[in-house]
Structure formats: structure tokens, C-alpha cells
């Protein structure tokens, strides 16, 4: 950062970037995990940093389960693009042709086919050794203990209760064959330091954190986006258009948005700050019970 | 004013205030049911950092919890495994982040019960501060005596000594001091630059962000503005150090050392110097992608361009001419012990400093410390969570500083070979031999001079590849070409070692690592006394082969894979060991009841196939490119 004023942000930063140089100089194949929202374009910004002026040595990887908003993909697409990298996109192909969809197979059984499964998949057929994700410690209780070297037993099961000692800036990168390990170099970043940093860096951000006239409807409180014609509408039921925006992105039926003016970047932060509730409250996989994102992510779900 | 401009505004307001803010790393710790726990949930609590989703669950969880009669059980905020939650206590570290308008927090929460004493060491290794929890009721234990202990081994410099429930023994002065006054009597000769006690309640929020107006006695400062205001500086060296992350190639004309800046500060123009080569060159440039910059300083990511191209790779360090780091292969360190499986003396482990890897043993384990007394305990192993003072040694010299002068070069930690867990965290005291440099150049006789003498480059030549793959075959003829040339060679296979050397070794994974270990290690020797070095096994896993290439070292090394489909082997099968393979008599028999790993960048592929031996061996010869 050119100020050097912003001194936590800059430690935050070159401490990711280190993380993410070890990353590419002690595996073979590393992937980092493209999931289009803020805290992935935050990492990819790092990623293209650390290795200045060289391009990142590894593909981005996106889990498409073909719920995800069209605007994300646009935006995926052109990232890609922009920046001159390869990206892997993958799709589970037994869900796809059972059509999985989260209305009739329930959010729980298609997040673990399209996302939890799709990912170990895509992992496998990859042969990616190292899956660099933009997961950070303030998230969740079950991520407060995670390591930033996450190993994986093959299976890409994670055991919380043997997990290694992480000392210092002493990473321990070293797996057998089979094994994996998932990387997080953002463990120490809070939701405010992202948006700061997006802010300060001038990062691209997808047009869906901002708020727009979109189509909407309500249930349970809760307001969804109909973003194309899958989302079957209850009797009576009729989209209207409402000024929303989303605090995290992920498919289209399971991500609530919530009612805002805000616009801009700036209106989306002054208007963050004095929110009550929290980013993931937004998704619906968290509610079914206290220790469920211990579950997902022993299971494999990022 | 628009919205957005007015928003733009306070945004403004906001990265002000958000930047002017620093960022302090603290441990707590303490003993089981010090309240640790209902100590970090009370300050995000306080801090309101919690949003209401938040509080809701926690008001949902916290009916049905016995242990206390309140509304809210704080401690649920931060145990969050769901092990735990079950048994009641902490089992891991776990980090927790909350920020008052001053200062950004992050929080390791370590565990206080005896068994997890490694996972205090995890916690304390990046803190620049600790809150030292002591229950009011019980006064300083064998606990606090430990945590204290850990704290100062890993050096941090500064203790809050927390003394909680301090509401259930009357709000008492006398006690207070009475504590202090002893933790103060053991704590004087652990080295820290500031300890300051504080009389809190965590349950009940006395002394934690406002002064109590229950203990009008205390004069000090609430908990939180003392981690406001603390000044963490440590009293490290202020020496340049660079260890070399990564070389960055983009193309022919930019070689850049990326890296993080271990300690003190470099300029534009500044001279440094290899720790390992002692070459010297200049800061040509400082890059990163916001633009070029004049200086970098400790903690800063950068990556440097010099003057001259010479020969640096991952795993050296830059410094000052007139500063250099301690370069030996030899040392002392204090050693924590993190796994169940003892350290054992004759054992080798990998080790990493820094950006430097290699293997080391422990040749003198001096003694082991009684963490509760300090007293000094005759050892022959260290168990889980046990501390010792030892003599290492590492296979490759390594170039660090003390500990203490700077933990970023002095820290290391060790890993287990078979398992890669990591099994201990070392810091050093002082490197031994301190004339290593002088006394390895006073061999008159070296590698470099008996190479010489053979005109020759010594190499390792490993062939891996199945069983009948024709690895002992091609490096046969091999070594009849190499012969034909004057060239000096020694062939290792399987019935040299098996049948000597390795008889004592089964087919167990520890016997198959420890048979490649020793292959690895005499071909190491071989290499080193001039000879160019083959060795013929099948070595079926990658990361044995990455282990042999780590323990060859700098003597260059050539992964031969013989690439013969296993069909072609199955149909040869000199031996008859498919055939009973495949019976099922002979278990883990590679290629048929057990994998094998071909290379992912092999130095040289042979496509085997059925193409002859001799057509093989001068295709290996013509790649070999020995002169």
C-alpha cells in the first residue's frame, strides 16, 4: 500500500502475500479457488501482487453449481479475462445430469453434491495438491481454530482434533502422497478489512454488492432474487422489483439479499457499519444447527 | 449533498480512523475455569462486535448451561469446536478478532489444561503480549508457574496478569496484592519487560472496560485501554535479513528475489551479502506492484533485483557485509516437544528456518527442564509437551541468529519424516564450533579437490521404476559406457544393500524409508568422494525419492524414471515376483497390491517400453550431458 499510515491493513497484506509465495514455491500443483465473491477478489488481488511482476503460477478454479447469479459469471468470465489467467471451471457432472437443483433435492443434499462433493471432484481430477481459498477466521466459530496450512487427508477429510501446531511463520507444507492441504491466506482478515482494503485498492467488485432495482420475492422474511425462470414462484406469488443488494455471493435460491440504497462502494460500507447481523446470516446452510460448519468442513465443504 | 457524496464522506472519516488504528496479536491463558473463555467473549461483547444473528444463538445456547445462573455464557462465543462445547473445555488455539477505535485485537485462545500445553507455545509463538489468567480463589498455581514459564521461553515481553473472580472473594485488596507479591517472587528471573496486574471479574465486567466502582482501591488501568496502549516493541536486532522466498523469473530480463524482510531495513544501493556464498552485490530495486520503492523494512513483502546475477536460490538469506548471521551446521536450542511419539536422540527429523530446509538429529540431548520448579532433569527422550535443552546437528550448515536476537531467523520447527506432523518447535541459543567456516576450508582434501583428481563432475543417478523395468539392467550398461570414458562410477542396488548394510531392515513403511534413507546417504558419501553414483530401486513413492534428493544435497542429482508399462514387466518377470504377487503371497508388491508414484517431472523420461537396454543407457548418457 503506498500510505504508510494503514499500517494493520499493510500487515495483513504482506503477511498473505508470504503465504501465498509458499503456497506456489512448495507444491506442485496449486489451485486457488475463484468463488467471485469479495473475499476471493481480495485474494486474487494479493495473488497478483506476490508474484509482481511474474503472473500467479496457478489456475483459478471455480465450483459452477449452475445456481450461481448470472452477474457472477459474467463477471468470473471477464476477471479471467482481464488478468490474462486460466480458469478451470467445474460442474459436478452426476448432479448435473440429475438435475440437482436446491427446490426439490432440499439446500442441504444440493450443497453437498454441487459445492461439497464438486469440489472434492474438481480437487481430485485436477490432481491439486494445494486449494488456496479466501475463508477467514472472523467468519464462523468452526474457522476461529483453523490452521492457514489446513491439512487434508486423502478424501480431503479434515480432523479438527489433529490438526498441526502452526508456530510462528513456520508453515509446515509438507503432505504424502494423496494427501491435501487447503490454504487460507486470508485467517487473519475481518469483514471490515476487507471492504477497507477493496476500498483503498481500488479492487473490481461484482455490480451485485451494490444496490439495484432487482426482481424479488419474499418469503419468510427473507428476500431472494429471481434471477431466471428455475425459480419456481409460489401460487399468487409474483416477483416485484425492489432496490437490493447481497453482503455475499453464492446461488441465487440459498443468498438473501437485503433492502438498500446503498450504490456505492462507500454507501455500502458507511451502511455495513451499522448493520446487526452478520455476513453468513445471509446463508441458509448455517442455521440447521450450532456445529454445522464443523460438519460441512470435516465433510470437505470449504 | 447527495447521498453518495455524503456517504463518501464519513467513508473517508472511516479509512481514516480504520488506518490510523495499529494491530496487537495477544495469547490468553490460564487454567481450566480461570474463565479465559468468558473473558474474550465479554470484551467482543463490550466491544460490540457482535451482531444480533450472533447474540440471538448465543442466547439460545446458553439456556440449559449450568454453569452460570446469567443470561449470557460468554465462553460459548469462543468454544467453538463442536468436541469441546460437549465437554465443557477448550482443546485448541483458536484466534478471535475484535477492534475498538484505536486498536485492531486478535486474540489466540489457548487451552489451559496440562496436555495442550503445545498449543500454548502455537499461541504464544505470534503474540506480542499475553493476558495471564489467575482465578482470585486459588492465587498463583503449578499452572501459572508453567504458562509464565512458556511465555518467557518463547519471549513474549509483556504480561497482563488477570486476576478474575476477584467477585467471589469480596472485592479484596489484601488478595489482590497478596498474588501479585507472589507471582512477582518466581516471575522476576523470566526475563519480561513489563508485567502489570489487574483485579478483574470477566463474568461480571468489573475492571474490564471502565474502572469499577466496586474495587475504588485499584488505581490502574481498565483491562482494555491497557491493551490500548501497550507498546509492544520487543528489543530485537535491528540487522537487515532476507530470506529468499522464491526467485521471480517473469522473462530473460527481470530476476527478482521475492521475500519477506526478517528483520531491520535495506535501501536502494545498499550492499548485501550471501549468508551461504558471501558474494556480494547491491539493491538495484525494491519492487512490488504499487510501484518501486526506495526502502523496505522488517515485515514488509517485497521483492529485490541486484546489481550483479549472481547465484542465489529459495532458502538463502541476504544481510549487511559488516552484520552477518551465525552459519554452522552445529547448535544449541531450547526444544518443545509437540507429539505424542517421543523425540528420540539418533532420530532425523526435517527441519525448517525460515525459508531454509534440511535434516538434523540431535547429538546431545543436555538436559530437560521441570517447567514447574525450572530445575534442570537428566533425559534420554522428550515426551509430548516436554521442554529440553539440546545439541543439533543439521545434515546441510544452516545460517540463523539467536533466538533472542531475532526469533523470525532463530525459530524452527521440526517434522516428522514418515508422517510429516509437525513434532517440535525449537529456538536457538547459540550455534556451536564457531570456527565451522575456517575448519571445514582447512580440509585440504575436499570434494571440489578429489573431483579433480578424477576429472570428472560426481552425480547421483537415481533410477527409479517397477520391479523388472530394467533399471539395474540400463544403469549396468550405463556404467560400461561411463567406464569405457575413464570415468570413475559405483553402482548401488538392491543386492548390495539388502544382503549387507540393510539386512536388518523389513519391508514395514519405517524399514522401506529407513532402506531409502541409507541408500540415499551412502550415495551422498559415494558422491562426495568424486564418484559418479547409480543407484538401482524401485523407490515407488515421491516423497521418499524428494527425501533422497534433500539428503544428496547440492551434489547434483538426476530422477531417471524407467517408464515400462507394467504389462511388459508382468511378461518378463525374471524373478517369478508377479506371478506370486498376484497369488497373493507377496504383500505390497508394487504395481500390483501397492501404488507406485511415477515422477511428475522426471530429470530424464525413458519410454521404456520394449526398446533395448543399450538404446536406453545412451539415451540417459546423451541427456547425462556430463562435460
Redesign the interface.
Known sequence: MSTASHIHLQRLEAESIRILRQVATDFERPVLLYSVGKDSSVLLHLAIKAFYPAKPPFPLLHVDTTFKFKEMIEFRDATAERLGLELVVYTNPEGLAANTNPFTHGSSRYTDIMKTEALRKALDEGKYDAAIGGARRDEEKSRAKERVFSHRSGGHVWDPKNQRPELWSLYNTRINPGESMRVFPLSNWTETDIWAYIYLQDIPMSELYLAKERPVVERDGALFMVDDERFPLNEGEQPEMRSIRFRTLGCYPLTAAIESTASTLAEVIIEMRSTHSSERSGRLIDKDQAASMEKKKKEGYF | MS??DS??L??QQ??EL??????LKFITCGSVDDGKSTLIGRLLYDSQLL????LE?LKR?SKGRASVEEEIDFSL???????E?EQGIT???????F?TTRR?F?VADTPGHEQYT??M??GA??AEAAVLLIDARLGVSTQTRRHAYILSLVGVKHILLAVNKIDLKDYSQELFEDICTDFDEFAGELGFKSVCAIPISALKGDNITTLSERMPWYRGMPLLTYLEELDPQRDDSFQFRFPV??V???DLD?R?Y???LAGGEIAVGDEIMVAASLKRSRVKSI?????DLPAASK???V?VTLEDEIDIS?GDVLHRPGEPLERSNQFQAHLIW?HEDPMLPERSY?M???TQMTSVQVTDLKYAIDINTSRHMPATKVDLNGIAVCNFASAQAIAFDAYKEN??TG???L?DRI????VG?GMIDFGLHRGQNLSWQSFEINRESRARMKHQKPAVIWFTGLSASGKSTIADILEQRLAAQNRHTYLLDGDNFRHGLNKDLGFTDADRVENIRRVAEVARLMADSGLIVMTAFISP???ERRMAKEIVGDIDFVEVFVDTPLEICEARDPKGMYARARRGEIPNFTGISS?Y?PP?RADIHLDAGDRPAEELADEVLRQLQLD
Open positions: 447521498a453518495a456517504a463518501k464519513d467513508m472511516f479509512i480504520e488506518s490510523s488504528k495499529s494491530m451482531y444480533d444473528d450472533q444463538e445456547d462465543l469462543v468454544d467453538g469446536l463442536a468436541a462445547r482443546i485448541d488455539v483458536a484466534y478471535r478478532f477492534s485492531k486478535i503445545r498449543n507455545a502455537t509463538s505470534t522466498q522464491r521471480t523469473r517473469p527481470f527478482g521475492a521475500g519477506t519492487v512490488t506492484m504499487d510501484g515485515g514488509d513483502a521483492t529459495m509437540m526435517l525448517k528456518i525460515g526469533p523470525e525459530a524452527f520447527i517434522i508422517n510429516n506432523n509437525t518447535a513413492f515421491r516423497r501404488a508414484e511428475e
